[in-house]
């Protein structure tokens, strides 16, 4: 009998609250700036950067919230921010009110740190230690298959469109799905009435104040464990501004974009089911599954990004054009691939394959920093904090990326001094990508090999088994 006190059927309405709210705006995102026509790309890596410094700030702070507040006020209020987001964007189609979209973007950037942060605290603290890669799983695939539908939807609507944007049926079915997750919320329970199938809460009762929770915060910038994965959780979200925009968002026509879209999100559902499965396999000791982890996480990148430097080889910027619309120069289409899939069938089938190995090794990498997280906390109250360093990290990538992208060595320069300067037509991107990525499997090496232990020992246990040793000693 499902009970709604159970974790794991709390997992399931956090995943579907996700699926809703960021699993809809990955649908968008996914499919290059944030829906616009390609020619409006500067628009969406302006709200990205907006977006993602408000994010890092509420990130590092948010999990402070949440032991103060509690994970449903921060989680109902951080989806409605989803909402406002996509609003911009449709108003921006009639009004062209770029102040209209940083404002949300910023908005959003402090909902999504709480929204993520109460995720995270609850995906990594809820289950038992060898269940942690199962629940991540179950988690992720519901998820991403937001990311799917948001993208089939208007797959359907746009099919014989050749059009590079989205319509305002489809935005406007991103904000009512999105309104329908944030309500969702009202069906999670407080964290201290949820109970594990022994009977056991699942988080210890903790009393915080904000001096704890900002002493706790300072504390992780101490932490080595957290400090040596700060390159993996700095690239995490890179990437995504060269594969949405570069990639997906200036080579492929609409339906092609959604499409593409859909398959990255559903290869994410397959491969954090099944990496999510290798991550617990019973057989393996806990530290010998996060070496093999690490291992087969080295291998899936680089044959995946071999494939993207072959693909990198045939767009990117190498000249400029005038605008009358813009008064100034900007990106020639002429230097991009516009790929459809009927009318370039051929032509589309290799870059369709390595968009999906993109969506397949973006799982494994977030899945890998989220496991190794919750190997080392049980603490659902410190899962809290991890997540909010992990978002903060993240965010600081997702800030920089979109300078880099637009800049003279990015394949979408920005109008004006950078795209009539643009050289290296795209490929130094693809290689600063490339060479954060490694760093970060790298320098979680420390982690997998020395950190992680069979049996996770929170600190204040530690102490706790250590008193009771000498208590034995003594009598």
């Known amino acids: 009998m499902v009970k709604l006190s159970d974790p794991l059927t709390q997992i399931v309405i956090l995943g579907f609250i996700c699926f809703c709210c960021p699993g809809m705006f990955n649908a968008l995102s996914g499919t290059g700036s944030y829906g616009l026509d390609p020619k409006d790309s500067d628009v969406g890596n302006r709200a990205g950067t907006a977006l993602s410094c408000l994010f890092a700030f509420s990130s590092l702070f948010a999990g402070a919230l949440f032991n103060i507040l509690g994970h449903r006020l921060l989680l109902i209020l951080g989806g409605l921010t989803y909402t406002l987001y996509i609003g911009s964007f449709l108003a921006y189609q009639s009004i062209h009110s770029l102040a209209f979209v940083v404002i949300s973007s910023c908005l959003l950037g402090i909902g999504a740190g709480w929204l993520w942060c109460a995720q995270g605290a609850i995906m990594m603290g809820y289950p038992l230690e060898g269940e942690k890669g199962r629940y991540f799983s179950i988690f992720w695939a519901i998820f991403n298959c937001g ?59 903790k009393y915080s104040s904000p001096i704890i929770e900002l002493k706790s915060i300072l504390k992780l910038f101490t932490d080595w464990r957290l400090l040596v994965l700060v390159p993996m959780f700095f690239t995490s979200n890179w990437i995504y501004t060269y594969q949405f925009n570069a990639v997906n968002g200036l080579n492929f026509t609409a339906r092609s974009r959604y499409m593409n879209s859909s398959w990255y999100w559903l290869a994410q559902i397959i491969a954090s089911i099944g990496y999510g499965a290798f991550l617990d396999k019973k057989e393996w000791s806990r530290p010998t599954r996060a070496r093999y982890g690490l291992i087969l996480l080295a291998a899936v990148l680089a044959a995946t990004w071999a494939g993207g430097f072959a693909f990198q080889s045939k767009f990117g910027p190498r000249s400029a054009i005038y605008s009358n619309d813009e008064k100034n120069w900007v990106k020639d289409p002429k230097d991009y691939l516009n790929i459809d899939l009927v009318h370039n069938t051929g032509e589309y089938i290799g870059p369709f394959f390595l968009y999906f190995f993109y969506g397949v090794s973006d799982a494994m990498y977030q899945g890998y920093s989220y496991w190794l997280m ?102």
């Open 374 to 475: 919750g190997a080392l906390t049980n603490d659902t109250n410190q899962a809290a904090r991890y997540a909010g360093f992990y978002k903060f990290v993240q965010n600081l990538g997702g800030i920089l990326a979109p300078i880099v992208q637009t800049s003279t060595i990015g394949n979408a320069p920005s109008v004006g001094h950078n795209i009539q300067n643009a050289s290296t037509r795209g490929m130094a991107e693809i290689i600063i990508a490339v060479v954060l990525v490694f760093a970060g499997v790298i320098c979680a090496i420390p982690v997998a090999y020395k950190a992680v232990q069979e049996h996770t020992i929170e600190e204040g246990d530690e102490v706790a088994e250590k008193e009771a040793a000498f208590h034995e000693v003594k009598a």
């Open 147 to 205: 990311g799917v539908l948001g993208n089939v939807i208007p797959l359907a609507l746009q099919w014989n469109s050749t059009e590079g944007g989205a319509t305002v049926g489809a935005y406007i079915a991103y904000m009512v799905v999105m309104t329908i997750g944030a309500f969702l919320t009202i069906l999670l329970l407080p964290t201290d009435k949820v109970f594990r199938k022994d009977g056991t809460p699942v988080v210890k009762i």
